[in-house]
């Protein structure tokens, strides 16, 4: 299984940052490729979630699952369809981190394991004469990208304000 884990501090106590990460449908505002996401269920385990995706030619649809909750720590979820991937956002206290003027921060990791090799090769209608492999040598750099600009975003309707964000990538997630 691939793993891949970011995380970047907030200047919200964890309460605050769990509560907006809860809220997954309003993500569809903050991404240009993020169309917009339908939820089945009340946001519990169990509500399954549709995130419709649109970059160049392409149009997919993700089917997701959250299987637990740990309020105001921990949300677990799972992909339904076309490959086999789970993960979970995670909600640290870091008063260390806090800027001067703020009593606390918070670290928000979003931890995601994936196997490759389980991906259907049929779950996406690409163009005649394009593979799965361009397409995801040309996704790569850009969901990282898309990533940094939807966590600067975020990050500034959290805060009530715009900052750099630094987004860190980590190299080996923890099996927590």
């Known amino acids: 299984m691939d793993s891949v884990e970011l995380s970047t501090v907030v200047h919200v106590p964890p309460e605050e940052a769990y509560k907006f990460l809860i809220d997954f449908p309003g ?5 240009k490729h993020l169309n917009r996401v339908t939820r089945r269920g009340e946001g519990g385990p169990g509500t399954e979630y549709d995130i419709h995706l649109e970059w160049w030619k392409i149009r997919y649809t993700v089917h997701s699952e959250v299987t637990e909750l740990t309020p105001p720590e921990r949300i677990d979820w799972r992909i339904t369809k076309d490959i086999r991937a789970h993960g979970h956002w995670r909600v640290e206290e870091v008063p260390e981190e806090a800027p001067e003027g703020k009593e606390t921060a918070s670290r928000v990791w979003l931890s995601i394991n994936f196997d490759a090799d389980s991906a259907d090769s049929g779950m996406l209608d690409l163009p005649m004469f394009v593979s799965l492999g361009w397409v995801v040598n ?4 850009l969901v990282l990208k898309e990533a940094e600009t939807v ?14 964000v630094n987004l860190v990538v980590h190299d080996k997630p923890d099996s927590v």
């Open 151 to 164: 966590v600067a975003r975020i990050v500034a309707d959290l805060e009530g304000e715009k900052r750099d």
């Open 138 to 141: 040309k996704v790569k750099p």
């Open 27 to 31: 993500y569809a505002d903050y991404s």
